[in-house]
């Protein structure tokens, strides 16, 4: 079984600052998945980054990147210059790779509001 | 493409009637999942599907809780009888199976926000 654990209940950030969201999880399995998603207000879920756990590169898209330390099973989110519309529940996930399975397990998430 | 589809948007309805909630998938994903939201629990995966088949139902909170997926293009989440306490936002997301190539990720519709009353 897998576990997320996101401990930042709410985080705040001033525009165009940088801000980081932290993200634990507990697997026995070798190959996995991680995601980030995104709930704004409008409580669609959008996907932000991903990252494939047997690559050891880090996965970065635009303003947003990741921070993914596998020995630590650790997998914060990292966004820079901040925007207002990224004010938003953010949420962890994690799911095992394999021909069948489709399972994602989700953290609690994080409210991270923007401020002007 | 159009993204996941999921109607109503918004349903109230009385407790004790039956609350239908549909679902119409990304095109050429093999895989379709349902979720419910609250403050309290959550987002939980209540049951999925691959290749319209029901893989994992041990999410479904009990047998008041039904769910289908009669073709590869629509589903149905069905609660009866509804009870207030299944009030909450539920989505449904698809994603891509064998065939599309592996990708994972799952793409969210835009969720029915359910009351019972």
């Known amino acids: 079984a897998q576990t997320v654990t996101q401990s930042q209940p709410e985080m705040s950030v001033q525009e165009a600052e940088t801000v980081t969201l932290s993200c634990t999880y507990d697997?026995?399995?070798?190959?996995?998945?991680l995601f980030w998603y995104k709930q704004p207000p409008s409580r669609q879920m959008i996907l932000v980054i991903r990252?494939?756990?047997?690559?050891?590169q880090n996965a970065t898209e635009n303003r947003f990147s990741v921070n993914f330390q596998k020995a630590a099973k650790s997998f914060s989110l990292k966004i820079s210059d901040s925007q207002l519309g990224d004010t938003a529940m953010y949420f962890c996930?994690?799911?095992?790779?394999?021909?069948?399975?489709?399972?994602?397990?989700f953290g609690q998430g994080t409210i991270l509001t923007v401020h002007p | 493409d159009a993204g996941v589809i999921q109607s109503p948007r918004h349903e109230v309805t009385e407790m004790g009637q039956e609350v239908t909630l549909r679902c119409k998938p990304i095109?050429?994903?093999?895989?379709l999942f349902w979720y419910r939201q609250t403050m309290m629990r959550g987002l939980e995966l209540l049951i999925y599907?691959?290749?319209?088949?029901?893989?994992?139902d041990s999410g479904m909170p009990e047998d008041r809780f039904s769910a289908k997926m009669p073709n590869a293009s629509f589903s149905t989440l069905k609660i009866q009888p509804s009870e207030p306490r299944d009030s909450a936002v539920y989505f449904c997301?698809?994603?891509?199976?064998?065939?599309?190539?592996?990708?994972?990720?799952?793409?969210f519709g835009p969720g029915t926000r359910l009351t019972v009353t």
């Open positions: 990252q494939e756990a047997y690559k050891q």
């Open positions: 599907f691959n290749n319209n088949v029901p893989i994992d």
């Open positions: 697997t026995s399995e070798n190959n996995y998945y």
């Open positions: 997301a698809s994603r891509k199976g064998l065939a599309g190539g592996y990708t994972y990720e799952q793409y």
């Open positions: 996930a994690a799911g095992r790779r394999g021909t069948s399975y489709g399972k994602l397990t």
């Open positions: 095109s050429g994903h093999d895989y």
